[in-house]
């Protein structure tokens, strides 16, 4: 069984060999030679230049060789292209303007994504060229909440207090913004299955903010209506939902094949909540890899007996930082491997 063969087959809940491994921002700063070409170019050129974007998906490859690649990109993207501007900053991203008043709306135009989005089409084209049918490759995009709260709210690090004002005072403002959200994530997710992705994966990092209500009333329906439309692709959808463990069930009733858990849940616990029909991925914390070796691979192996290796893509439950240690994600990989049934 070969990589991509191994990821689809965890993502369908089939028999694997092993299961895949991959990592949430596994390209990025805690890689010495992304630091190197980051010194040259800005966020935003790394993402633009396909031969840039390209060696930075293979970097973590070469390095590790994880079962997938995930394209090198932003959520943010969208939001850019829709006319908001997008700057990276030391704080973290900031969105400007930010859109807490209707008559801000008209500037979030509709995209024609096959012009926004050319450079991503010809990325996701030239990996599988190269990686097919070894690897497996990811496209992804950000849910429509994640991206509304980075819109509406100064940053999703706060109470989203702005975006729950919106939400109950001018519903009908809050589902115009998350329905032309939408509309672009599907059809970026659309381009990017067609360039050749094997699987997409869906982040809505900031939904676990939300109270279980509130989870069904400001993001489900949206995620939801994301992944319908993403139905007769026949491509596997998996959805990430930091701090889920209240929501995971709600989040698995959009429909996702697979879903991406942090370490507030365990594996077998969101097995017993969610049943056979969905894959987990996740959901080791990100500070196991400052443990030992020893440390390290105890605690993988042991995530992957708690499911008996089934229906799971081994990951953490949250991205690499740029102070996650190179060695440890070296082990963390490896204990997947060495793990035999
Ligand atoms: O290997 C990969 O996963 C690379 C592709 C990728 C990036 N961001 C690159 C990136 C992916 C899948 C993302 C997703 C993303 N972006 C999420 C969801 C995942 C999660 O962590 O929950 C979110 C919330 C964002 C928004 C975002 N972009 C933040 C919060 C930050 C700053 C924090 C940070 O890590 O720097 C970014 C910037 C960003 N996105 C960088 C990279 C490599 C760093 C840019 C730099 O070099 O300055």
Known sequence: MNSRERFLAACRGRPTDRPPVWIMRQAGRYLPEY???RKEHSFWELMRTPDLALELVMQPLRRFGMDAAILFSDILIVLDAMGAKVTYDKGGPRVHPRVCDPDQLGFLAPVDVRQSFDYIREIIERLCAELHPDTAVIGFSGAPFTLASYLVDPGPDGDLSNLRKLADGRPEVYREILERISRVIVDLLKLQIDAGADVVQIFDTWAGKLSLADYRKLALPFSRSVIE?????????????RNAAELSQAAASTGCDVLSIDSSLTLSRARE???PRVALQGNLSPEILLESHQVIRQKVQTAIDSLEGRGLIVNLGQGLTPTSPVEGVSTFVKAVKEWAK
């Open 35 to 37: 630091r190197e070409l």
């Open 229 to 241: 439309d993403l139905s007769d692709t026949g491509v596997p959808v998996l959805l990430y939902v």
């Open 273 to 275: 909540l969610l049943g």
